[in-house]
């Protein structure tokens, strides 16, 4: 019955009428189009009927008798006076069924199988939960990983950024949040991603267990800049589907810097200058509203908890994109090339990274704990390159020899994965930082 009302749907959202323009200049990237300037508005889809055939469209800007349109490929083919029609956006109705499936920014399937929209479509820019609405951040959650069930706690309804440069170890880093983390979907938005690689981590790095509980929204990196910029919003409006009905939601988003790159290329083509080392002054509105769209829950509603990866060159924080990205998020998590290159995995560069969660995601206890692994790698890190170099002679400094004496069980527990819940994690935490015992901390700090 529920596919005979979301086939019925479906039919129902047929156009059989479209508004008709025609070709009227063709310039750079876009095409000048007449006879749809008081039909048209910003975002709306068209179909330019050339020659080699159709060619699909978005309205990027409106002036005078010309609208303005940016095709999703090289426009070749296309002459003056080419046939163009408006056509209307997919329907975009998420449901159960898109569970354990691989779709487009459309809610096209791309694993080979057949996918109905549901009833009820959304829009894929909503606006975010009035914020006198909203509920506080909720409980922690227990993530498979020890270093984020206790040195850097991810609660329901928290939104973090994972800054990382390539090859450092990131989406295996998604991949493990997605396996581990306690909620009841996981939604990924892979932004650009290369498309060898999306079977990859379908397959290979989130497995069948992941992929059980998954919806992956993809736009892969050949894909034209306004599929790429309504990748991140349509796994947005997944993970609201998923919240409005009562569940708890992982809304996994990889990677805003491409999500950026691609709002920069639509907003060029529509006329705005650069500004933030070529970035536009509408890319921090825009990753501003993308990001408020997660979080909290409001009423009966469920909660999305949000990670969003940012690719820093050389490990710049100060980059436009990451740091318009940390000013309106609740903690970001560094991950160290340094680190991943001596074999460390996650690679978080702890003294980098920072939960907004704290101290009120942990208890006194849990805090001081906290606290003295901080202390220690922070004194390891200033005096790691004096002790490696044989200069630091033991007994000089009491709070180096502490530092010294925990950082070895600290490192491996670090890279720990935990499959006993937040409590375990600590009790190894507590046995990391035991200053008398390298054994024990061994023991404790084994993945």
Request: net charge negative; aromatic share 4%; with cysteine.
């Amino acid at each position: 019955m529920d596919v005979l009302a979301r086939m019925t749907a479906a039919i129902e959202a047929v156009e059989t009428v479209s508004p008709a323009g025609r070709v009227a200049d063709i310039g750079g990237a876009t095409i000048g189009v007449a006879g749809l300037s008081g039909r048209a508005v910003l975002g709306d889809r068209a179909e330019v009927m050339g020659r080699a055939g159709g060619i699909l469209a978005e309205v990027v800007a409106l002036g005078g008798d010309l609208i303005r349109l940016l095709p999703e490929r090289l426009p070749e083919g296309l002459a003056l006076g080419d046939l163009v029609l408006l056509r209307p956006a997919p329907v975009f109705a998420p449901h159960d069924g898109w569970i354990g499936r691989v779709i487009d920014p459309d809610g096209c399937p791309l694993d080979g199988r057949p996918l109905l929209p549901g009833i009820e479509p959304r829009s894929v820019r909503a606006p975010p939960p009035a914020p006198q609405d909203r509920r506080s951040l909720g409980a922690r959650l227990e993530t498979g990983l020890a270093v984020f069930n206790t040195l850097l706690p991810l609660v329901r309804g928290q939104r973090i950024g994972l800054f990382a440069g390539s090859g450092i170890g990131k989406s295996t880093l998604l991949a493990d949040l997605a396996r581990g983390v306690d909620a009841d979907v996981i939604v990924i938005g892979l932004v650009g991603e290369r498309g060898r690689e999306l079977r990859h981590f379908v397959d290979e790095v989130l497995g069948p267990d992941g992929m059980a509980r998954s919806v992956i929204v993809t736009a892969t990196s050949d894909r034209a800049p306004q599929q790429r910029r309504r990748c991140a919003w349509s796994a947005t409006a997944v993970a609201e589907h998923f919240r409005d009905q009562g569940r708890q939601v992982l809304l996994l988003i990889d990677s805003v810097t491409r999500f950026a790159e691609a709002h920069r290329e639509l907003a060029v083509a529509a006329g705005e200058g650069s500004a933030l080392r070529g970035f536009p002054p509408s890319t921090a509105p825009a990753i501003a509203a993308l990001c408020e769209r997660a979080g909290p829950g409001a009423g009966t509603a469920g909660d999305i908890t949000a990670v969003y990866s940012v690719l820093v060159a050389g490990s710049d924080m100060d980059e436009p994109v990451a740091d318009m990205l940390r000013g309106v998020l609740d903690g970001h998590v560094v991950l160290d090339r340094t680190i991943a290159e001596r074999g460390r995995f996650p690679a978080v560069d702890l003294l980098r990274s920072v939960s907004r969660a704290l101290p009120d995601a942990a208890s006194a206890p849990e805090n001081a704990m906290i606290a003295e692994a901080r202390r220690h790698l922070g004194v390891y890190d200033r005096a790691a390159l004096m002790v490696r170099a044989g200069l630091y002679q033991p007994g000089s400094d009491a709070a180096i020899d502490a530092a010294i004496a925990c950082e070895p069980a600290l490192d491996r527990f670090l890279a720990r994965k935990e499959h006993n819940g937040i409590a375990a994690s600590f009790a190894a935490l507590r046995q990391a930082l035991r200053p008398d015992g390298a054994t024990g901390a061994q023991g404790a700090g084994g993945a």
